[in-house]
């Protein structure tokens, strides 16, 4: 679906996407951390600020701060001081680009000997 070329120049990058399913949980949390790069945000506030469901937020903090692009202490989260957040939202692209086509990993289809990553 085309769209208007003052949307292409003044829309943020993560909103312009040609599927129109919107931005993933994780993007939206990386968007607005990185808008607000001097402040730390309980995630009820970065919760509200994203519309991120309840259940979803400390899962996506938690993988984000594994990708070394958020930081947290005490009840507090950021992003990181060195984080490429460009780099890391090609990245969260690129996970939803493969789900998408390829549908959701089975760990159990991945053969004898290889470890499910969530089993820690």
Avoid: C
Avoid at 39 to 61: H, M, N
Avoid at 63 to 79: Q, S, T
Avoid at 87 to 104: I, K, M, Y
């Amino acid at each position: 679906m085309p769209i208007d070329v003052d949307e292409f120049e003044e829309a943020p990058e993560a909103e312009l996407r040609a599927t129109g399913s919107g931005p993933t949980n994780a993007e939206r949390v990386l968007a607005f951390l990185g808008e607000h790069d001097d402040q730390a945000f309980t995630p009820k506030e970065i919760r509200g600020a994203t519309d991120v469901p309840r259940g979803s937020i400390g899962v996506v903090l938690s993988r984000l701060e594994d990708r070394g692009v958020v930081r947290h202490r005490g009840e507090y989260w950021a992003i990181a001081p060195d984080a490429d957040i460009d780099a890391a939202l090609t990245s969260v692209r690129v996970a939803r680009a493969a789900s998408d086509r390829l549908g959701a990993e089975d760990p159990s289809a991945w053969g004898p000997g290889v470890d499910d990553p969530e089993d820690g």
